[in-house]
C-alpha cells in the first residue's frame, strides 16, 4: 500500500506547490480515485490521503517500472506528466 497527498506527489514530480497547482493535482487524482486507479483514504488538516493498493493496475505498471504503462492509465501528457510516471515506477 502506497500513501499519498497532492503537495508529495508535486514535490516528487518537481513542480511548484502553490495552492493553485496542488489543487490541479488533486483534480488528477480525483479523476484517478473514480476511474478506480486509487482509493481516498481520508482527511487531514494536510489535506485529502490517497492510496494505491497491490489491485491497482497502476501498482503493477509501477512495480514494473513501466513508465509508458503509467502514462497511458493516467492519462498524464502534460510535460510534467513522464516524471510523475517515472518517479511512480522508481
Known amino acids: 500500500m502506497l500513501t499519498f497527498n497532492s503537495k508529495k506527489i508535486a514535490i516528487l514530480a518537481e513542480i511548484d506547490t ?39 493496475p497502476l501498482w503493477q505498471a509501477a512495480k514494473h517500472g513501466d513508465v509508458e504503462a503509467i502514462v497511458e492509465l493516467t492519462g498524464l501528457r502534460s510535460a510534467a506528466g513522464p516524471r510523475v510516471a517515472r518517479l511512480m515506477a522508481a
Do not use: A, C, Q, W
Not at 490541479?24 to 479523476?31: G, Q, S, Y
Not at 478506480?36 to 489535506?47: D, E, L
Open 18 to 56: 502553490h495552492p493553485v497547482i496542488l489543487t490541479l493535482v488533486k483534480d488528477v487524482l480525483e479523476d484517478l480515485r473514480r476511474r478506480g486507479y486509487v482509493s481516498y483514504m481520508g482527511k487531514s488538516k494536510h489535506g485529502v490521503k490517497y492510496v494505491i493498493n497491490s489491485s491497482s
